[in-house]
């Protein structure tokens, strides 16, 4: 996710290291059966309407955060740190906002401009504006890597799925810059209801106290 950083080892799945692949832009080529997988992971994406998942990030800048992760597509998304991180990340359908209520600080951006936009989406589409640029399988596992077609040095997005059944279990986002962010989840919940309060846009406070 966008602010933190997340490593998930996924047990019995071993993949080539990301780096040997995720930095071109040009489409993967898929056999038969990996279109047939790919499309298995489209309609998956597709049928999550909420989900609720505990989550463990790594980034070499920021080390290992937890927290809890809440998802209601289409494009509703809540971020919420452990303490003693005081950051939310909140996308609201329209922006996503950044907050850190320690230094009374929102930064917001469009939605769009969000790596993971595509899996907010109303319909989840792993083609068209979004492009496969790999696809890899590994013992009961998926790894698929993704950039915006229009913007393939915005950053790469790759998802870990597992198989048997078909289920999310990691992503990496690459930035610009060329910093990797990964999220890992655990113990998620899908089809739970979720409160609306949940994704209500941060707001500074007015007074905030002086330290």
Request: aromatic share 10%; hydrophobic share 40%; no cysteine.
């Amino acid at each position: 996710m966008v602010g933190a950083a997340s490593l998930m080892a996924l047990t019995a799945t071993t993949f080539a290291p990301p780096d040997a692949w995720a930095k071109t832009a040009k489409p993967a080529v898929l056999s038969d059966q990996d279109k047939a997988d790919v499309k298995r992971i489209e309609d998956y994406l597709n049928g999550i309407t909420t989900m609720r998942a505990k989550f463990q990030q790594f980034s070499a800048s920021s080390g290992s955060q937890f927290g809890e992760i809440y998802v209601r597509r289409p494009g509703f998304l809540r971020v919420e740190y452990d303490p003693p991180s005081q950051v939310i990340l909140v996308a609201d359908s329209i922006a996503i906002s950044y907050y850190d209520a320690e230094l009374n600080q929102l930064n917001q951006a469009p939605l769009s401009s969000s790596p993971l936009w595509f899996l907010l989406r109303k319909h989840v589409e792993l083609g068209g504006d979004v492009t496969v640029t790999s696809f890899e399988r590994g013992p009961n596992a998926f790894r698929i890597g993704l950039v915006q077609t229009d913007d393939p040095e915005a950053g790469t997005v790759t998802l870990v799925l597992g198989d048997k059944p078909l289920e999310l279990q990691q992503w990496t986002i690459v930035d610009d810059k060329g910093q990797e962010v990964r999220v890992g989840l655990y113990d998620p919940e899908f089809g739970v209801q979720l409160e609306n309060s949940l994704f209500r846009t941060p707001e500074k406070k007015k007074n905030p106290k002086a330290h």
